[in-house]
């Protein structure tokens, strides 16, 4: 009997072999996590694509109306301030200007012979052979053929000068953009028959959306293009140039049509200059005020349940929720507003499995 009771001792589990399953078992039920910690979030960055422009964009006219009879300059020629762009029919305004050259003749002999008159009675006068009625008609008419002299030859210098501006002449010097007026072709006085770009400082011309017009920086990085694609006798392509810009104006309304605000900014003066037309990318860096978002963590640390978005915060080995307000998200992360630390481990993946107080198995990000 002792023998039987023995080995059936002996055969019989003990009591610390027993438990160790159970605390295997307990162990295999902890889920694993994946953490990351919460980051500060950076400044918001941004871009807009604008053209390079000329600093002074001249439309060119005509200050009198006729018929254009020469056109001296094509698109994208470099004219000097003076050269003759176009040219009128100056026949109507050569006629003018003889007309107003007989006028003026005209009226001087009036106002000799109305002096001549006004000197005569004046003479009279003093002697008492004149009234002194007719001596001041006499003066009237005097003056009146002065003032019509002073008239003439007003619009014999309008003439002179009509005669002049039948000549369209470059007011400065740079690059004409585009051409409109043909040879034939009858305008009117103010009506644009090119543009000319001014040389002198170029500027970058962007598009501002109505989201980012209030607290535009006034400082942008400009990426000039990234030029030709190989580079002389087949090597390597140019590398993109960068300038820093400052901004100059923005338009007081909006576009009607793109509701967009026109801006310019400044560039510098580089050693090669870009082309008019060119196109530049212009990249923004918005600093983060206090009402702006504080934090970021990767997107899928958040948790929506239908009351408000939230983390879980992890703790000596548990979790715990945390709620934070979602202002966005920025490719794989999401920017909050929370009272967490920067440094604070989250649940970084696997948010929805988890409850309130739950032991976990944190692998670090």
């Known amino acids: 009997?002792?023998?039987?009771?023995?080995?059936?001792?002996?055969?019989?589990?003990?009591?610390?072999?027993?438990?160790?399953?159970?605390?295997?078992s307990d162990r295999e039920s902890v889920p694993w996590v994946l953490s990351a910690r919460v980051e500060p979030a950076p400044n918001s960055v941004w871009t807009l694509t604008g053209t390079v422009r000329a600093r002074h964009e001249i439309p060119l006219s005509f200050r009198i109306g006729g018929e254009i009879r020469a056109r001296l300059v094509d698109a994208g020629a470099q004219v000097a301030a003076g050269d003759v762009l176009f040219r009128l029919d100056p026949r109507d305004v050569t006629q003018?200007?003889?007309?107003?050259?007989?006028?003026?003749?005209?009226?001087?002999?009036?106002?000799?012979?109305?002096?001549?008159e006004r000197e005569r009675l004046g003479d009279l006068l003093t002697k008492r052979l004149a009234s002194e009625q007719d001596h001041d008609r006499a003066v009237t008419a005097a003056r009146a053929a002065e003032q019509r002299?002073?008239?003439?030859?007003?619009?014999?210098?309008?003439?002179?000068?009509?005669?002049?501006?039948?000549?369209?002449?470059?007011?400065?010097t740079g690059v004409i953009l585009d051409v409109e007026?043909?040879?034939?072709?009858?305008?009117?006085?103010?009506?644009?028959?090119?543009?000319?770009?001014?040389?002198?400082?170029?500027?970058?011309?962007?598009?501002?959306?109505?989201?980012?017009?209030?607290?535009?920086?006034?400082?942008?990085?400009?990426?000039?293009?990234?030029?030709?694609?190989?580079?002389?006798?087949?090597?390597?392509?140019?590398?993109?140039?960068?300038?820093?810009?400052?901004?100059?104006e923005i338009a007081g309304s909006a576009d009607p049509l793109s509701r967009t605000w026109r801006a310019r900014y400044r560039l510098p003066e580089l050693q090669h200059e870009p082309g008019l037309g060119t196109t530049v990318t212009l990249t923004f860096e918005t600093a983060?005020?206090?009402?702006?978002?504080?934090?970021?963590?990767?997107?899928?640390?958040?948790?929506?349940?239908?009351?408000?978005?939230?983390?879980?915060?992890?703790?000596?080995?548990?979790?715990?929720?945390?709620?934070?307000?979602l202002i966005g998200i920025v490719g794989e992360n999401a920017?909050?507003?929370?009272?967490?630390?920067?440094?604070?481990?989250?649940?970084?993946?696997?948010?929805?499995?988890?409850?309130?107080?739950?032991?976990?198995?944190?692998?670090?990000?």
């Open 1 to 24: 009997m002792f023998v039987v009771t023995l080995l059936g001792s002996g055969c019989g589990p003990s009591a610390d072999e027993s438990a160790a399953p159970d605390a295997v």
């Open 96 to 116: 003018q200007r003889l007309a107003a050259e007989a006028t003026v003749a005209s009226a001087r002999a009036e106002h000799e012979n109305a002096e001549r």
């Open 149 to 172: 002299l002073l008239a003439a030859e007003a619009s014999l210098e309008q003439a002179r000068n009509a005669i002049l501006y039948a000549d369209l002449v470059a007011p400065a």
């Open 181 to 248: 007026g043909q040879v034939g072709q009858v305008v009117s006085s103010s009506q644009a028959v090119a543009r000319l770009a001014e040389d002198g400082p170029r500027e970058i011309e962007v598009q501002v959306p109505e989201s980012r017009r209030v607290g535009l920086p006034a400082e942008a990085t400009a990426r000039l293009g990234n030029g030709p694609a190989s580079g002389p006798a087949g090597g390597p392509a140019s590398t993109p140039r960068s300038a820093q810009v400052t901004l100059r």
């Open 288 to 325: 983060r005020e206090a009402s702006m978002p504080t934090a970021r963590v990767p997107l899928g640390a958040i948790l929506e349940r239908g009351e408000g978005a939230l983390v879980w915060r992890i703790e000596e080995g548990r979790v715990e929720p945390e709620s934070v307000e």
């Open 335 to 365: 920017e909050i507003r929370t009272d967490l630390a920067p440094g604070t481990p989250v649940v970084a993946l696997g948010a929805h499995l988890l409850l309130p107080g739950q032991a976990v198995q944190v692998l670090e990000r």
